[in-house]
């Protein structure tokens, strides 16, 4: 077999190989195994080169279909693993080479945001987005930009509410006021949403002191 065949058969059955894997994850969105595949996935979309660019597109189209339209999370997947896929996830959009890439890598932190918020690992995920927010602030080479963060505090407004300090503490040490400014209007948008994190089962008091 030439060499030129043998990359056609290698293609060929990494093809075949993600069409099992759309079909497990539109099959078992709810099992715990799909948190191994997200990784995976977007080293294919993230490393393949100009001849694999159909593999890559293919990663792409399932992380946008099954991860970051999926109705439905794993459940039952230990809290340490959900939080280390997660950690890889931001690590990865620190550094992503196009903004292509970065919103597929928000889709997926937003997707292992829920599975934290089902576990009851706020805390675990307001550290990650903290942390995240410091490098876009303060590392010039940095490859994030608001909208990772909007697509967090637009879908878990009572989460990312918890970020309110830490985006003021944060935004003097921006590296430039154009910085500065994009981690004041993160804020801006935070308090824009107030009143959907506000329960409506527990309306504000309007006076303190009533007369008996």
């Not at 969105?29 to 996935?41: D, G």
């Not at 100009?50 to 597109?57: A, F, G, I």
């Not at 293919?58 to 230990?78: C, H, N, T």
Request: proline share 5%; aromatic share 6%; charged share 25%.
């Amino acid at each position: 077999m030439s060499g030129v065949d043998a990359q056609r058969e290698a293609t060929h059955f990494k093809n075949r190989v993600l069409d099992l894997v759309d079909t497990y994850l539109r099959k078992e969105p709810s099992n715990p195994l799909a948190l191994h595949l997200i990784v995976p996935l977007l080293d294919l979309v993230a490393g393949s080169g100009q001849d694999e660019r159909q593999l890559s597109d293919k990663a792409k189209g399932i992380l946008r279909s099954r991860i970051g339209k999926a109705k439905e999370a794993p459940v039952g997947a230990e809290i340490e693993r959900v939080t280390e896929v997660a950690t890889s996830v931001h690590a990865k959009a620190r550094k992503a080479h196009s903004s292509d890439l970065l919103a597929i890598l928000s889709l997926c932190s937003v997707y292992l945001a829920k599975m934290l918020v089902h576990a009851k690992a706020e805390e675990s995920l307001a550290k990650l987005y903290k942390e995240s927010l410091e490098d876009f602030a303060v590392r010039k080479n940095s490859s994030l930009n608001p909208a990772f963060f909007q697509d967090f505090i637009r879908r878990f407004p009572g989460q990312a509410w918890s970020l309110r300090q830490d985006l003021l503490d944060i935004a003097p040490k921006a590296i430039n006021a154009y910085r500065q400014t994009q981690v004041l209007q993160l804020l801006e948008h935070l308090l824009g949403l107030l009143p959907s994190i506000v329960s409506p089962k527990l309306p504000f008091r309007l006076s303190a002191n009533k007369a008996p």
